[in-house]
């Protein structure tokens, strides 16, 4: 692979039909784009927006942010992205772990992989600085996602970076996801939302490996300037105090905020305040992880240089690690929204969630609307289990579980179902925070928090006044972060420090003299890019709705409905 | 009911909420339309086109044609209409039978249906010139369509019509439709596609009794010229050689056609023709009604006065009625697209569709569906009868099965699943017969043969060229048709006679001074009615497509492709 320029960006472009690497040189107008935006571009630009998600049509896109590559704290995130098979529009999902680190230090502005295998045979996608091959990876079908990595590992060593799919994207089930390994090689970074482990599953890979012997990291142009404004935004990541709840609760210090509001989505969404609030609490998760002491570790970080270490260990009694980490989301909707209190269980169902290589998020929600329509007691965490291990078998019940919670009420006949575009919603119940609503509602990737969270903001939550401009201006951030390749919590250091920190750490690293809007910019650029393509996907305003029973229904315990009226959402993309 | 005026036609309003009847006079604009273009009128009228369609804000409508209630030849069907719930969209769909002649001599221009109901009980809606009453129908629950059919006519009478869902519409699956008698008080006549049994199902009815005593024909202006039209329409009617063909070998005369053609759906619509096609033709099966004697009957009408008579009644070795009637399209879709070849299976495969109470035409592609993804064989026609039982039994395959082919494909992974707009195709090979692949693609129905059916016409069926032209008028003329509650075969005469024909019928009926363009302002009328419903639910061009894999894979035996243009497609209704 003589034309192989380790140290510029590339593209790389991989198809499953020839088996064959491309490098190309980056298009003038994806330059200045990464992670979210780019994929949005890349979409624009090569996708047909109608076609078949599961088909050869669709392209399986992976994107560094725009900041990754230099273990900046919360800034190496993985963007993945393509037509979602879940939703029908846009996707990209973004996940911790060390993949994206290593496809910035292998050059990979972004890896397109194109069409469908000629032959139905699983095979992983082995990329190095000498180029690609498909090795046979008939003994890894039908594997979960833990066996999976630790196979992969034996066989390709433990420098590279690895993303899998589970037995639910093998078996193209759209809540599956793509997992990567987290820095200690533990296959728990997820690229949740949408269905892309279906579509990675319809191109026939089971894993993909990035091998970054030979890379390098990413130059910087002016190294000085770039570490100066790191130890700025480093001090002010530090000195926020969320940052040392989430190190010291994890994200499930969010159960007692979201249960005081009214706002935990408790048994399907059916309250928003759970009677065992305490029990799911993160001051509960970090008791049990100290007392239980062994592989139990309170604090842990999923990304090399993550100076917040939200992540946690969590072990059973017997001291053997149950699952890493448990998360606020998967504490919502596998645990009240199950009505499920022990942790056991809850940490259970997410290695479920792992291993079987779906969304906890939407399995949760699936699982709520089983529950609803009778196929479990609601807190029945063993049953929830077993429901779990159906998609394992791959029954028809597992199937229908397997698709997200939109299409298990379609089947299960059940109104009462959490979806907006067809995608779970995550543990905000929109109509005690009505911004969030708002963004589930609105945001051109389907029900997602990460695209515009709003319950740290002084608002009345309970009343529609100003949810829209709130949900906007909380979108179009994370929009750019999400380009960036920033978690949500970089927001703690970023949304305090000085404004021109991100303007700072582009110039210096590329030299483009952007100004303090730069954040604002990538954000408003990538979802009109995104709403572009569901439009021309077939979406309209009709999809940018909660469903009708939250209109209809009043929560508990506030007893209120989502009101925020449909013509003002209809116009928060206008500006 | 001092206000009830039992000569004039007027609205009657159900809420099954407070368990009332209202009746009103018919709206002005309401006035000149009957059936579907009425459904179409009161959808856009009354209904919101973004609304949950199994929620409380769809209603149910029931509207005989504009010419019903004189037992003219093939035009005393009955249009029910909905939102869909297997659409989203604008539904209609019409049925032979009993129902329509009684709605019209009740004085029934519209039958609105609305709410839901307070408790979760099942009733039977009770209607007679006396008003509503709304019967327990605790005993009725579960049952097959049969047995409760024979339970209301015990109860009701046989005097009375009858519209029924079986334990799918109980279920809400949304491949359930609504059951009336034939004329014989067999429920077999069904109101199929788009799972208005599921909406009915959710307004919590098992039944609705019309009961017409004290109702009378609806009053004819010029009697005279009525029966002078009523003679010349039927001299043409007889006349066509395809009414003796139909009533000679049933809709089953078509087998032959379509295998000629390549267009006879086989095996999943992987091919276009069957090897068995003689085993499942016209031809065969009259020649076992007719050796096997008993019940059986190679000609029957399943609405009085029908003088076609294409229905059927079929029966087994020893001589007892299997199913009344076998029809095409269940033949193309229970047995060339499930592989299989004998009647004795198609007939009790249709008797299931029917005793479940859904369109065997949704059934038979999910089946189809299914049997791609490995749930039974390719002629297995007792494996077949196994899959209908789950959905009797409501087992998580049942649900699958009993949601239509589109999300049976979804939830089991399945691309190659012929549907438009979640509806399934109806037994013409869209591929090879590309006209009937535009109505396919451009109706707002759905796909849906019946309406607008290109197969007769002289037009190289295989080359995309004058399809969309053929296709727009056959869609405004039947859409016309559908308005009059006249039967597609109805075109046999209609098509041939004096085009002054129904404008005759029209004005000797009402008065109204139409003239010969009155079909197909009523079509054209009708359809925009629609397209703008559907617009409203968000639809855009993009649901207006033949699924993507059906523009890849060629389809034997002429190993076509649909190439018909979007862009020409798009253009379709500017006219």
Redesign the interface.
Known sequence: MSDLKPFAFQVWRVSVRTRTLKLEPVPTSWERLGGRGLIARILLDEVL????P????NKLIFCPGLLTGHMLSSIDRLSVGAKSPLTGGVKESNSGGTTSLQLASMGIKALIIEDWPIEPVWSVLYLSMDGVHFDAADELAGLGVYDSAELLKTRYGKKVAISIIGPAGE????SAGVLNLDKDGTPSRINARGGLGAVMGSKGLKAIVFDPVGGQKPPILDLEAFRTTQKIYNKYLMDHPQTHTYSDYGTPAMVHLTDGLGALPTRNFSSGTFEFADDISGETMRDLILARGGEGNTTHACMPGCIIRCSNIFAGEDGKTIVSPIEYETVGLMGSNLGIREYDFIGRLNWQANDLGVCSIELGAALGVAAEAGYMEWGDGKRALELCEEIRKN???G??LG?GAG?TG????V?RVPVVKNQAMSAYEPRAIKGMGVTFATTPQGADHTCGQTIRDKINHLLPDGQVELSLKKQIAMAGYDCLGACIFSAFGFAVAPPETIRDFINARYGWGVDNTILSELGKHTIKMEVEFN?????????D?L???MT?EPVPPHNVVFDVPNEEMDKIFEW
Not at 49 to 52: A, F, I, N, Y
Not at 54 to 57: A, E, Q, T
Not at 410 to 413: A, C, E
């Open positions: 927006p109608e076609c078949e599961l088909g050869p049509k078996r193209k089930m759209v029954t028809p019940m199937r229908i698709s299409w379609k089947i299960l006949g109104e439009q021309k996907a077939g979406f309209t305003k009709a999809d709705r469903p009708e029973w209809r």
